[in-house]
């Protein structure tokens, strides 16, 4: 057992038979997803330059933010892992993690890069994933290669700065249309507000998030008449 602010892996024992499923004693982060609650919860994260930084518009420090994200996912059976590594020495082994809060983080934030990031930087951005994963994992942080990527990585996240709205429920955590505060598009020079889309005058060239905004206005319009 390996615990850290992040996550909890398991190995060895019982799970080495990978025909064996987890004993459901072994987790301490999350409950059993069969006796999380029915009724699911939202949260609000606000992301500054890819980096969360607040929770339901309480400003937290990243220590305190995971915890709390991960007591809150952990009580909805959130972020529970089943897998077999590869190892850098060449073995495979199963490993078995809990990471509530860090799931939460990981579909909001994708949920707003949606948003924010223009197509081939976010292209191009999750092609470098696979190779700073193998060198964190591999033990490369310090290591001169790492960094070049993690500035690639930092340029990429500029502009994902907004509000994600998620719900955790059993398991599985929904993400809701995110909240972005003022950024301009790639596409045209369109702008998006708390949600809605503003548009110049002249030339009219849809994209899908404008037929969301016009769908969801005319469902108003028809629900109060």
């Given at each position: 057992m390996d615990l850290n602010l992040f996550h909890i892996s398991y190995e060895g024992g019982i799970l080495e038979d990978p025909w064996a499923s987890p004993p459901d004693e072994i987790f301490q982060m999350t409950v059993s997803p069969e006796h999380a609650p029915d009724k699911p919860l939202e949260v609000e994260i606000d992301y500054e330059a890819g980096n969360p930084v607040a929770v339901d518009g309480k400003k937290m420090s990243p220590a305190t933010l995971l915890a709390h994200l991960n007591k809150l996912g952990g009580a909805h059976g959130i972020g529970r892992v089943d897998l077999v590594e590869n190892r850098y020495v060449g073995m495979k082994s199963r490993g078995?993690?809990?990471t509530p809060g860090g799931t939460i983080l990981h579909v909001a934030h994708r949920g707003l890069e949606s948003l924010t990031m223009d197509r081939e930087v976010l292209h191009f951005r999750d092609s470098l994933i696979p190779r700073f994963a193998d060198l964190i994992y591999n033990g490369y942080w310090f290591s001169p290669e790492?960094?070049?990527?993690?500035a690639a990585i930092d340029a990429a996240q500029k502009d994902v700065s907004g509000t994600a709205r998620v719900k955790p429920v059993q398991r599985r955590v929904h993400p809701r249309r995110p909240q972005v505060k003022t950024f301009a598009l790639p596409f045209g020079h369109r702008?998006?507000?708390?949600?809605?889309?503003?548009?110049?005058?002249?030339?009219?060239?849809?994209?899908?998030?404008?037929?969301?905004?016009?769908?969801?206005?005319?469902?108003?319009r028809k629900a109060s008449a």
């Open positions: 078995v993690y809990e790492r960094e070049m990527v993690q702008h998006i507000r708390r949600g809605r889309v503003y548009k110049p005058k002249g030339r009219r060239r849809f994209h899908p998030l404008e037929r969301v905004a016009v769908e969801d206005q005319s469902a108003a």
